[in-house]
């Protein structure tokens, strides 16, 4: 029962984060501003013994203020050099809001997170059962 409760709440947690970008992703592609960011650096975080790295990136918004943010999304490996330009969609409301334009990764992304969390749900509920 125990192994249920925690599939249930993994596979929950991850459906949940993959709706919330989703529908973020959504959200900007339809109401947000489409500028040009430019890559400052990247922060560098360690998930076992792989290295992820999360572009640091500074963008201007309608009225010409600048902003320097994190993108929500890291890689294996550094996809820009620095100072190296793409596009990018902010929220005009909350301009920390930010995504790279890229349709793989406003599409992909989220729902990779969802599969996953569906997949956890699948494997608890056949663990239950008994089945595997």
């Known amino acids: 029962m ?3 409760f925690i599939t249930f709440f993994i596979g929950t947690v991850f459906i949940i984060v ?3 970008f989703n529908s973020n992703n959504k959200y900007l592609q339809k109401h947000g501003v489409k500028t040009e960011a430019r890559v400052r650096g ?3 975080s360690k998930s076992g013994s792989t290295k ?3 572009p640091i990136i500074s963008y201007y918004d309608q009225d010409k ?3 320097e943010e994190e993108l929500c999304f890291g890689f294996s490996y550094k996809p820009w050099h620095k ?3 793409f596009e990018v969609l902010y929220d005009p409301d909350d301009p920390s809001n930010v995504v790279q334009t890229k349709e793989s990764i406003l599409s992909l992304g989220p729902m990779l997170f969802i599969y996953i969390g569906v997949g956890v749900l699948i494997l608890g509920l056949l663990s239950y059962l008994e089945v595997l």
Request: charged share 20%; proline share 0%.
């Open 18 to 20: 993959g709706i919330k």
């Open 2 to 4: 125990t192994i249920l």
């Open 42 to 44: 990247y922060i560098e």
């Open 52 to 54: 992820i790295f999360y």
């Open 65 to 67: 203020n600048i902003y």
């Open 83 to 85: 100072g190296e330009k």
